[in-house]
């Protein structure tokens, strides 16, 4: 399952935004070809390390390794461009723009005419509507149409046939089942698992320790910006782990309490 | 265009706005509207205030705002004449629109690295840039000399092509040229994608920073553009040039369908706003209604402009 050195190695992060700490010394690995999943309440710092990952906070001290080189600078645009695709809950889409202007944003596909690039629509669209079709659709919803036509899921549905249309190294999941119906969760869930199957890292976030527990191959627990836990599925069951979610908090606020 | 397309434009009420107001003005007064040097009027402003209007819309689509165009723009004239005698013609409107470029440059740089409002830093803008202005020129007036007003470049920006006002052919290629780079290249993608959801924009890798800059300093050097043309039609300058057309340029671009939310807009539109600003003004001059009444109209047609675009934009779905 894992193989020599991490893909994503996490050391010592730190994380304030002003006063407020978000991250606390965390550390983690994270390999190719394994599914993991971060778990926590809300507020306990599993966006706050993810979106560090993606390229959107600069950590405040602490290093993250990629591929064993350090990351210097932070941006979306970067960690895009090094193959770390990125589901995030309410962003991500423009709701004023096609689904195949979403689609693409950020990596345009280009036909030069004289020099100078132009969106080549024909590609944008023929993909995009293959991908929708692909992940069910409803099926008078068009490329060209504006995401704001779209449902909650349907939208999540976009964000994640995109991630995986231009999968490359890393795939992150923040909470992605969200407003799914029963049969679109399996849907997505499934993909999880194949991509892992595929040699990728997914990174799996939810508040939902069973359903993670099934899919997963290790759990990392996050409480109040620190990793409080950090185990494979095969060692603890998901009982467990949901236990040390109920007495990580009273041992983060006991320790508060204290000092 | 299909229709279906046609009928999601933002600027469709500009279009309906047009046509009413041109049936209007033939109905109450035909002989007066429909004269030669009426619509010579009407084409040589729509075109100087359209291309004012275009940037301003570009960058209202990135949901911010520039209220400093109408400073620039007389900026940019006075630079165009003042130096015209050292620099000669070609080299003052080279002079002008850097100028234009530059001012356009520091305020958004203010904005997107102070990360401030845009609405307060173009409003500086708006007072350095007039106050440059009136210690420039000493608030004389200056001429362009004969040489100078009969420069290839000067009649090829301000004099007549087929018996037509230039400028307008110039709005013409330059509008082109903006739709294409608005709507078919990854630049333009990414600027509709800034002001429809920047934090959405960042996260797919958008440098949204660099948009927004783009998007004011092309506004910038459109109205410097728009005051040099200007003054190739009418060479001199005044220490007033501009004033008051950063609100003229902000209604034609929301009369053109701009949503100030951001990320929807036209620049057809914004013209066709312009065309319909710009129209008020020389119908009730040709009606021989006091001038004064204009702004008034104005601000009647902006209001109604706006209502019947927020309708326009609910029926259509948009969050508005």
Same mark, same amino acid.
């Given at each position: 399952?894992?193989?020599?050195?991490?893909?994503?190695?996490?050391?010592?992060? *730190?994380?304030?935004?002003?006063?407020?700490?978000?991250?606390?010394?965390?550390?983690?690995?994270?390999?190719?070809?394994?599914?993991?999943?971060?778990?926590?309440?809300?507020?306990?710092?599993?966006?706050?390390?993810?979106?560090?990952?993606?390229?959107?906070?600069?950590?405040?001290?602490?290093?993250?390794?990629?591929?064993?080189?350090?990351?210097?600078?932070?941006?979306?645009?970067?960690?895009?461009?090094?193959?770390?695709?990125?589901?995030?809950?309410?962003?991500?889409?423009? *709701?004023?723009?096609?689904?195949?202007?979403?689609?693409?944003?950020?990596?345009?596909?280009v036909r030069r005419i004289l020099g100078i690039p132009f969106l080549d629509f024909t590609t944008m669209r023929d993909k995009s509507t293959r991908v929708i079709r692909q992940f069910g659709l409803r099926d008078n919803v068009s490329a060209d149409d504006e995401v704001e036509r779209l449902s909650g899921g349907e939208r999540q549905?976009?964000?994640?046939?995109?991630?995986?249309?231009?999968?490359?190294? %890393? %795939?992150?999941?923040?909470?992605?089942?969200?407003?799914?119906?029963?049969?679109?969760?399996?849907?997505?869930?499934?993909?999880?698992?194949?991509?892992?199957?595929?040699?990728?890292?997914?990174?799996?976030?939810?508040?939902?320790?069973?359903?993670?527990?099934?899919?997963?191959?290790?759990?990392?627990?996050?409480?109040?910006?620190?990793?409080?836990? *950090?185990?494979?599925?095969?060692?603890?069951?998901?009982?467990?782990?949901?236990?040390?979610?109920?007495?990580?908090?009273?041992?983060v606020e006991r320790r508060e309490a204290l000092s | 265009m299909t229709v279906k397309q046609l009928t999601h434009t933002q600027g469709l009420g500009a279009i309906i706005g047009v046509v009413i107001m041109l049936a209007a003005f033939t109905m109450i007064d035909f002989s007066g509207w429909w004269t030669r040097q009426t619509i010579?009027?009407?084409?040589?402003?729509?075109?100087?205030?359209?291309?004012?209007?275009?940037?301003?819309?570009?960058?209202?689509?990135?949901?911010? /705002?520039?209220?400093?165009?109408?400073?620039?723009?007389?900026?940019?004239?006075?630079?165009?004449?003042?130096?015209?005698?050292?620099?000669?013609?070609?080299?003052?409107?080279?002079?002008?629109?850097?100028?234009?470029?530059?001012?356009?440059?520091?305020?958004?740089?203010?904005?997107?690295?102070?990360?401030?409002?845009?609405?307060?830093?173009?409003?500086?803008?708006?007072?350095?840039?007039?106050?440059?202005?009136?210690?420039? =020129?000493?608030?004389?007036?200056? &001429?362009?000399? !004969?040489? $100078? @007003? &009969?420069?290839?470049?000067?009649?090829?920006?301000?004099? !007549?092509?087929?018996?037509? !006002?230039?400028?307008?052919?110039?709005?013409?290629?330059?509008?082109?040229?903006?739709?294409?780079?608005?709507?078919?290249?990854?630049?333009? &993608?990414?600027?509709?994608?800034?002001?429809?959801?920047?934090?959405?924009? !960042?996260?797919?890798?958008?440098?949204?920073?660099?948009?927004?800059?783009?998007?004011?300093?092309?506004?910038?050097?459109? $109205?410097?553009?728009?005051?040099?043309? =200007?003054?190739?039609?009418?060479?001199?300058?005044?220490?007033?040039?501009?004033?008051?057309?950063?609100?003229?340029?902000?209604?034609?671009?929301? /009369?053109?369908?701009?949503?100030?939310?951001?990320? @929807?807009?036209?620049?057809?539109?914004?013209?066709?706003?312009?065309?319909?600003?710009?129209?008020?003004?020389?119908?009730?001059?040709?009606?021989?209604?006091?001038?004064?009444?204009?702004? =008034?109209?104005?601000?009647?047609?902006?209001?109604?402009?706006? /209502?019947?675009?927020?309708?326009?934009?609910?029926?259509?779905?948009?969050?508005?």
């Amino acid at each position: 399952m894992t193989n020599g050195h991490p893909l994503i190695q996490v050391k010592n992060l *730190d994380l304030y935004f002003g006063a407020f700490h978000a991250l606390k010394n965390v550390s983690v690995d994270f390999h190719a070809g394994e599914l993991v999943g971060l778990v926590g309440d809300n507020g306990a710092g599993k966006t706050t390390l993810i979106r560090v990952l993606c390229g959107m906070h600069t950590p405040t001290s602490g290093e993250v390794y990629f591929d064993g080189q350090r990351v210097e600078k932070f941006h979306p645009k970067l960690a895009i461009d090094q193959g770390i695709e990125t589901i995030q809950q309410s962003v991500g889409l423009c *709701d004023n723009l096609s689904i195949a202007r979403n689609f693409y944003l950020g990596r345009e596909p280009v036909r030069r005419i004289l020099g100078i690039p132009f969106l080549d629509f024909t590609t944008m669209r023929d993909k995009s509507t293959r991908v929708i079709r692909q992940f069910g659709l409803r099926d008078n919803v068009s490329a060209d149409d504006e995401v704001e036509r779209l449902s909650g899921g349907e939208r999540q549905s976009v964000k994640i046939g995109r991630a995986v249309e231009f999968r490359n190294r %890393v %795939v992150i999941m923040d909470e992605p089942t969200n407003h799914l119906s029963v049969r679109e969760r399996e849907h997505v869930n499934e993909l999880a698992v194949q991509l892992k199957k595929q040699g990728l890292l997914v990174i799996y976030i939810t508040h939902d320790i069973f359903q993670v527990h099934k899919l997963a191959d290790r759990i990392v627990i996050m409480e109040n910006g620190e990793k409080i836990e *950090d185990a494979s599925t095969s060692k603890m069951t998901a009982e467990q782990l949901e236990e040390v979610i109920r007495q990580g908090g009273r041992v983060v606020e006991r320790r508060e309490a204290l000092s | 265009m299909t229709v279906k397309q046609l009928t999601h434009t933002q600027g469709l009420g500009a279009i309906i706005g047009v046509v009413i107001m041109l049936a209007a003005f033939t109905m109450i007064d035909f002989s007066g509207w429909w004269t030669r040097q009426t619509i010579a009027n009407v084409v040589q402003f729509t075109a100087i205030l359209g291309f004012v209007a275009m940037g301003q819309a570009l960058v209202i689509m990135c949901k911010e /705002i520039d209220l400093s165009v109408g400073s620039v723009y007389g900026l940019a004239g006075v630079a165009f004449i003042t130096l015209e005698p050292t620099l000669g013609v070609p080299g003052s409107l080279l002079a002008a629109l850097v100028i234009a470029a530059l001012a356009g440059l520091i305020q958004a740089i203010a904005v997107v690295k102070g990360q401030l409002p845009s609405m307060i830093v173009t409003l500086g803008g708006l007072f350095t840039a007039r106050g440059i202005i009136y210690v420039w =020129t000493g608030g004389s007036v200056h &001429n362009f000399s !004969e040489a $100078a @007003r &009969n420069h290839p470049v000067t009649r090829l920006l301000g004099g !007549e092509l087929f018996g037509i !006002e230039a400028a307008i052919f110039w709005l013409i290629a330059v509008g082109l040229a903006l739709n294409l780079l608005l709507w078919a290249t990854p630049f333009g &993608n990414q600027l509709l994608a800034t002001g429809g959801s920047k934090e959405s924009a !960042e996260s797919r890798g958008v440098r949204s920073d660099r948009v927004k800059v783009a998007a004011f300093v092309l506004c910038a050097l459109l $109205a410097g553009f728009a005051g040099v043309l =200007t003054l190739c039609d009418r060479p001199q300058t005044h220490v007033t040039l501009g004033e008051l057309m950063e609100l003229e340029a902000i209604s034609a671009a929301v /009369i053109g369908g701009c949503l100030l939310a951001g990320g @929807r807009g036209s620049l057809v539109g914004a013209v066709l706003g312009a065309f319909i600003v710009v129209s008020f003004r020389y119908e009730l001059i040709a009606l021989g209604a006091p001038s004064s009444w204009y702004i =008034t109209f104005v601000g009647v047609v902006l209001i109604v402009a706006v /209502i019947f675009n927020q309708i326009l934009a609910r029926r259509l779905g948009h969050s508005v």
